[in-house]
């Protein structure tokens, strides 16, 4: 095992801070949908909703929630328990993590957020007609755009972060020359 992270083999620096900014990187977005949630409207030019606060407000409480976790579960990527199952889980403790347990899921989440920094971008930049919500001045605009462009950031990451735990995983070690 690496000394220092205690992976079999080493994880790469950018790789570790990548994984570690992923839940900063979502966190303006949770931030932006809570008053949403209780009926502002951040600027949008829009009709006020009608749905009643005891809908709106879990609804986008467990949708930022789940986007915080998600973000979390991206560090098995560049873990320990990304290769062996932790001691505390019963019954499958310390056993190896197939690779593709985790590479499956991760190149699946990966691409989906892919899809949505693709809508980020055709709606943001008027691409083929299309537009997003209209808003009150630029500045409520900028702010929406800001925050969601870094949630989008999202989908490239996750995928580098997976190719390099598939590098780390799948291939084998480089050689060491002889001394």
């Known amino acids: 095992m690496h000394p220092t992270t205690r992976t079999e083999r080493p994880v790469p620096r950018w790789a570790d801070r990548v994984a570690r900014a992923l ?18 409207r951040m600027g949008m030019d829009i ?12 609804y986008v409480c467990t949708l930022s929630l789940l986007s915080e976790a998600f973000a979390l579960a ?33 190149t699946v989440a990966g691409l989906l957020l892919m899809a949505l920094l693709v809508d980020w971008i055709l709606t943001a930049f008027h691409i083929g007609g299309l537009s997003t919500v209209p808003y009150e001045n630029v500045w409520w605009r900028g702010l929406a755009d800001t925050v969601s462009f870094l949630f989008v950031l999202w989908g490239p990451l996750v995928l580098a972060l997976t190719w390099a735990y598939y590098r780390r995983r799948c291939r084998p070690a480089p050689r060491q020359p002889l001394r």
């Open 23 to 40: 839940p900063l990187l979502g966190l303006p977005v949770c931030l932006w949908r809570l008053p949403i949630g209780f009926g502002f």
């Open 47 to 58: 009709a006020p909703s009608h749905q009643p606060l005891w809908l709106t407000v879990p």
């Open 74 to 106: 991206c560090l098995v990527l560049v873990r320990p328990w990304g290769e062996t199952v932790p001691g505390w889980v019963p019954v499958l403790r310390g056993r190896r993590v197939p690779p593709y347990a985790v590479l499956v899921p991760a």
